[in-house]
């Protein structure tokens, strides 16, 4: 059985993940295309068999993607607003109205939601409550001053 993998086999491996890396693969396919498509232009200069081709391929894609998730990593992962999924963080500095008062804890009303707050004054229900700070999953807060 005679195989033969010409230059554009390669190309069309190449054009395939790059398709697939647009559909949302978050880069992982990216170093593989690029080694495909070096591939594609390797074996469109020099005439060499399969064996030889998937040679140059495979390291060549291992490094190409160490290289990708070692440089671009940390580069996707910065952001200028890190707490952007951290709802708790982001209700500081809220206002909200003590619906009930527990023995350790207080209910108070933002918007839509019920949240738990730890108060350091005691509170009555309907006091306005503002959100101070967030201790590990705990929620900071003191009396309104209006």
């Known amino acids: 059985m005679n195989i033969e993998m010409l230059w554009w086999h390669w190309v069309v491996l190449g054009g395939a ?5 647009m559909l949302g693969a978050a880069g992982f396919l990216m170093g593989i295309a690029v080694a495909a498509l070096g591939t594609a232009v390797l074996t469109a200069v020099l005439p060499i068999g399969w064996e030889l081709q ?5 390291p060549t894609a291992a490094i190409l993607s160490f ?3 070692k440089r671009f990593k940390a580069f996707n992962e910065k952001t200028d ?6 709802r708790l963080v982001q209700l500081i500095g809220s206002e909200g109205c003590v619906t ?6 207080v209910k108070i009303q933002i918007g839509d939601s019920l949240w738990s707050v730890v ?12 959100i101070t700070s967030l ?3 705990t929620l900071q807060a003191k009396k309104a001053s209006h």
Not at 17 to 21: F, T, W
Not at 81 to 86: A, C, I, Y
Not at 100 to 105: D, E
Not at 119 to 130: I, K, T, Y
């Open 17 to 21: 993940l790059i398709a697939l890396e």
């Open 54 to 58: 998937l040679l140059a391929f495979a």
């Open 67 to 69: 290289l990708y998730i």
């Open 81 to 86: 607003r890190p707490q952007l999924n951290n």
């Open 100 to 105: 009930s008062v527990g023995a350790a804890q």
């Open 119 to 130: 108060c350091e004054e005691p509170v009555e229900v309907g006091d306005q409550l503002v």
């Open 135 to 137: 201790s590990g999953d």
